[in-house]
């Protein structure tokens, strides 16, 4: 079979589950004694499992069979949960993340993960996993699973379980010997044929050998299947017979009582010892068989029905072909309006609201739930509380709130840094907490939500705030204010301040931070984004660092300006608004011409100087000024006409023009020019 064509597919749900896998294992450390979390780690693990093995990634499989017989055993309350277990759970899953990151940057998926391993096999035995590690003098490789003979099965308590309540609704309890005869060649083949047909039947509870065994054909020519159903021993045995190669099937029923009574004198000899218990061929809850089949099935055929997985690339070239259709729309508008032909610019009007209501299609399709980037932080931050001894409530509100694709994949980094600033500096010690008299756990709050054209991501934490004096000290000190600056700043500004590059507040350096790398990285990411991050800090009361994004960057709303020949546009999202200044409103001020706009002092920029636009020597009286904003401040742009509002394609200027001065791109517009976009950003300072 040709697995290429499945890799895809393979790496995108390999994904799914290891993030299932990090979510419920956080959920089962809060509620150890819950074992549906359990059943819902293993059923995610065993799928992993079967598709790494189906693809040919034996290291991969190896190690999910490992972390598998761990669940396998606390789930049969083998072994209690604890975070000592669940640490080495989070290795073996951060392991198995690296390998499915190599497969899908082409490589092997293999990694020496003998360590890990080994610990696993550890807790599996009933022993403390660090204690025992350090007494064992080499780390053990990954070993074969033990061969089961196609004898009786033995039941846990779960199948115990489930066997007694599908009795009461009703069901019959069998298992089924099959054997296949000695020159069947593939084995495995004609066991996945045999759990097909038994699953039209009913529920299929167990089987031994277990059902990876099974798969990699770890057995002679006979295996047992236990299901639960309404159907009779002789319609069972001539539906499994009608599989070819099968060449006997015996099928008898199985009492609970005498089950229950086999499983007490299973426990009596093996008091000492942790028993291996096959896995199950299937993790079912404890429901009756047929309302499971309702639940399970009805479901999944709406979802199949309703989504479909597309690879991201597609987007992109359909994203790429809408940008040039936008231009060509732009185009046909002008030529429309030229030619002043009533018809034609029905058609152009008509079909101008076609394609803007395919836009939105088209961008909405690229749209994707932040939860994606904020799935990693309740693992992150349990592991930086622990480190820093630190009690931590993580809590995430909006998760579902959209983002473009574009945007998602740069604003990751950014909340990391943030994140771990705020569990660092921000939540104090428990000890200290206390003496505040605060609650001992901190709470971090990551929210994001919607307004307007933009989008807000906001870590919000109840800790120490911060210092306005530390920071004016530390700023003073780095030589990046004067003393006297620093007197007349708000407290606002004086937080910004941590945003400048190489600054920390520190006391020392920690793996965590107090490097001063980190802040000055965010602030230049949101706005390379087109967006803006504030600062809102109470001492002894915790801080809010709200991050403020555009929903999309490829297709843009402007303003188009003049200045001589040359057109220009300013993005919407930055503009105030647009004025007309006459020239003896113009005042100096420390050798910049500034302007009083509704009473804050706004400095003009000319951008026929700044982008060294040849100009007519001419005195104008009336200046045309568009008003932007970078977070607080503000600026006046002097062009010389408008021209007017227009949505436009952003084009990047290619790596050889990457580092024009305030100029974030181009567009071409509907006569053909091109004109270049405006970074409102780099312009204010």
């Given at each position: 079979?040709?697995?290429s064509?499945?890799?895809?597919?393979?790496?995108?749900?390999?994904?799914?589950?290891?993030?299932?896998?990090?979510?419920?294992?956080l959920?089962?450390?809060?509620?150890?004694?819950?074992?549906?979390?359990?059943?819902?780690?293993?059923?995610?693990?065993?799928?992993?499992?079967?598709?790494?093995?189906?693809?040919?990634?034996?290291?991969?499989?190896?190690?999910?069979?490992?972390?598998?017989?761990?669940?396998d055993?606390?789930?049969?309350?083998?072994i209690?949960?604890n975070?000592?277990?669940?640490?080495?759970v989070f290795?073996?899953?951060?392991?198995?993340?690296?390998?499915?990151e190599?497969?899908?940057?082409g490589?092997?998926g293999?990694?020496?993960?003998?360590?890990?391993?080994?610990?696993?096999?550890?807790i599996?035995?009933?022993?403390?996993?660090?204690?025992?590690?350090?007494?064992?003098?080499?780390?053990?490789?990954?070993?074969?699973?033990p061969?089961?003979?196609?004898?009786?099965?033995?039941?846990?308590?779960?199948?115990?379980?489930?066997?007694?309540?599908?009795?009461?609704?009703?069901?019959?309890?069998?298992?089924?010997?099959?054997?296949?005869?000695?020159?069947?060649?593939?084995?495995?083949?004609?066991?996945?044929?045999?759990?097909?047909?038994?699953?039209?039947?009913g529920?299929?509870?167990?089987?031994s050998?277990?059902?990876?065994?099974?798969?990699?054909?770890?057995?002679d020519?006979?295996?047992?299947?236990?299901?639960v159903?309404?159907?009779?021993?002789?319609?069972i045995?001539?539906?499994?017979?009608?599989?070819?190669?099968?060449?006997?099937?015996?099928?008898?029923?199985i009492?609970?009582?005498e089950?229950?009574?086999q499983?007490?004198?299973?426990?009596?000899?093996?008091?000492?010892?942790?028993?291996?218990?096959?896995?199950?061929?299937?993790?079912?809850?404890?429901?009756?068989?047929?309302?499971?089949?309702?639940?399970?099935?009805?479901?999944a055929?709406?979802?199949?029905?309703k989504?479909?997985?597309?690879?991201i690339?597609?987007?992109?070239?359909?994203?790429?072909l809408f940008?040039?259709?936008?231009?060509?729309?732009?185009r046909?508008?002008?030529?429309?309006?030229?030619?002043?032909?009533?018809?034609?610019?029905?058609?152009?009007e008509h079909m101008?609201?076609?394609?803007?209501?395919?836009?939105?299609?088209?961008?909405?399709m690229?749209?994707?739930?932040?939860?994606?980037?904020?799935?990693?932080?309740?693992?992150?931050?349990?592991?930086?509380?622990?480190?820093?001894?630190?009690?931590?409530?993580?809590?995430?509100?909006?998760?579902?709130?959209?983002?473009?694709r574009?945007?998602?994949?740069?604003?990751?980094d950014?909340?990391?840094?943030?994140?771990?600033n705020?569990?660092?500096?921000?939540?104090?010690?428990?000890?200290?907490?206390?003496?505040?008299?605060?609650?001992?756990?901190?709470?971090?709050v990551?929210?994001?939500?919607?307004?307007?054209?933009?989008?807000?991501?906001?870590?919000?934490?109840?800790?120490?705030g911060?210092?306005?004096d530390?920071?004016?000290?530390?700023?003073?000190k780095n030589?990046?204010?004067?003393?006297?600056?620093?007197a007349?700043?708000?407290?606002?500004?004086?937080?910004?301040?941590?945003?400048?590059?190489?600054?920390?507040?520190?006391?020392?350096?920690?793996?965590?931070s107090?490097?001063?790398?980190?802040?000055?990285?965010?602030?230049?990411?949101?706005?390379?984004?087109?967006?803006?991050?504030?600062?809102?800090s109470?001492?002894?009361?915790?801080?809010?660092?709200?991050?403020?994004l555009?929903?999309t960057?490829?297709?843009?709303?402007?303003?188009?300006?003049?200045?001589?020949?040359?057109?220009?546009?300013?993005?919407?999202?930055?503009?105030?608004?647009?004025?007309?200044?006459?020239?003896?409103?113009?005042?100096?001020?420390h050798?910049?011409?500034?302007?009083?706009?509704?009473?804050?002092v706004?400095?003009?920029?000319?951008?026929?100087?700044?982008?060294?636009?040849p100009?007519s020597?001419?005195?104008?009286?009336?200046?045309?000024?568009v008003?932007?904003?970078?977070?607080?401040?503000?600026?006046?742009?002097?062009?010389?006409?408008?021209?007017?509002?227009?949505?436009?394609?952003l084009?990047?200027?290619?790596s050889?023009?990457?580092?024009?001065?305030?100029?974030?791109?181009?567009?071409?517009l509907?006569?053909?020019?091109?004109?270049?976009?405006?970074?409102?950003?780099?312009?204010?300072?």
């Amino acid at each position: 079979m040709e697995m290429s064509q499945y890799l895809e597919v393979f790496i995108e749900e390999s994904k799914e589950h290891l993030q299932a896998c990090n979510e419920q294992l956080l959920e089962l450390e809060k509620n150890p004694e819950d074992l549906k979390i359990v059943n819902d780690i293993f059923r995610s693990a065993h799928t992993l499992k079967g598709m790494s093995a189906t693809m040919g990634y034996e290291d991969l499989a190896s190690l999910t069979h490992q972390m598998e017989n761990v669940l396998d055993a606390i789930r049969n309350q083998k072994i209690k949960v604890n975070s000592e277990i669940l640490d080495v759970v989070f290795l073996s899953v951060d392991d198995l993340e690296a390998m499915v990151e190599s497969i899908a940057g082409g490589g092997d998926g293999k990694r020496d993960v003998s360590s890990v391993v080994e610990k696993l096999k550890l807790i599996e035995q009933g022993k403390s996993p660090a204690g025992a590690l350090a007494a064992a003098e080499t780390a053990v490789a990954i070993a074969e699973p033990p061969q089961f003979s196609a004898a009786k099965s033995s039941y846990d308590e779960f199948e115990l379980t489930v066997i007694e309540q599908s009795n009461e609704q009703g069901f019959h309890a069998y298992e089924i010997t099959v054997q296949l005869r000695e020159d069947c060649l593939l084995k495995a083949a004609r066991v996945f044929m045999v759990f097909e047909v038994l699953e039209t039947t009913g529920e299929v509870i167990k089987s031994s050998p277990s059902a990876d065994q099974l798969e990699e054909e770890q057995f002679d020519h006979e295996f047992t299947v236990t299901i639960v159903t309404k159907e009779s021993i002789d319609d069972i045995q001539k539906k499994v017979m009608k599989v070819s190669e099968v060449e006997k099937a015996d099928v008898h029923a199985i009492s609970v009582e005498e089950l229950k009574k086999q499983a007490a004198d299973v426990e009596d000899s093996t008091q000492t010892t942790v028993e291996d218990t096959p896995v199950l061929a299937e993790v079912v809850d404890i429901t009756p068989p047929e309302a499971q089949k309702d639940d399970k099935k009805a479901p999944a055929k709406q979802s199949s029905n309703k989504t479909i997985r597309v690879n991201i690339e597609r987007l992109d070239i359909l994203m790429n072909l809408f940008e040039e259709l936008v231009i060509d729309r732009g185009r046909l508008e002008q030529i429309s309006r030229d030619l002043n032909n009533q018809e034609l610019q029905e058609t152009v009007e008509h079909m101008s609201r076609i394609s803007g209501d395919l836009q939105n299609i088209i961008l909405n399709m690229r749209m994707v739930p932040v939860e994606t980037v904020f799935n990693r932080f309740p693992r992150m931050v349990r592991q930086l509380a622990r480190d820093l001894n630190k009690k931590i409530n993580l809590q995430i509100i909006g998760a579902e709130t959209e983002l473009d694709r574009t945007v998602i994949d740069e604003i990751g980094d950014p909340l990391v840094h943030l994140i771990r600033n705020a569990l660092d500096h921000g939540v104090e010690t428990p000890e200290e907490r206390k003496a505040k008299g605060k609650n001992e756990e901190g709470n971090v709050v990551l929210k994001a939500f919607h307004s307007g054209n933009h989008v807000f991501i906001e870590i919000d934490d109840d800790g120490a705030g911060i210092s306005r004096d530390k920071v004016l000290a530390k700023a003073l000190k780095n030589g990046i204010i004067t003393e006297q600056a620093g007197a007349a700043m708000t407290d606002k500004q004086v937080f910004e301040l941590i945003f400048a590059s190489g600054f920390s507040t520190a006391d020392k350096i920690s793996d965590v931070s107090g490097r001063g790398v980190g802040l000055d990285v965010v602030k230049n990411t949101i706005e390379s984004l087109g967006g803006s991050v504030t600062i809102d800090s109470k001492l002894g009361q915790g801080s809010t660092f709200s991050i403020q994004l555009p929903l999309t960057l490829s297709i843009i709303s402007v303003m188009l300006v003049e200045i001589q020949k040359e057109k220009f546009a300013v993005p919407l999202s930055s503009i105030i608004e647009t004025a007309i200044v006459k020239e003896s409103d113009i005042l100096n001020a420390h050798n910049q011409k500034v302007i009083d706009f509704r009473g804050k002092v706004v400095p003009l920029l000319f951008l026929k100087d700044i982008f060294e636009v040849p100009v007519s020597e001419q005195g104008d009286e009336f200046y045309s000024v568009v008003i932007v904003r970078k977070g607080d401040k503000m600026a006046g742009l002097v062009v010389d006409s408008f021209i007017g509002q227009q949505e436009v394609v952003l084009k990047s200027l290619g790596s050889y023009l990457s580092n024009v001065f305030a100029i974030s791109g181009a567009t071409i517009l509907g006569d053909g020019q091109v004109a270049l976009i405006v970074d409102c950003n780099a312009l204010i300072k």
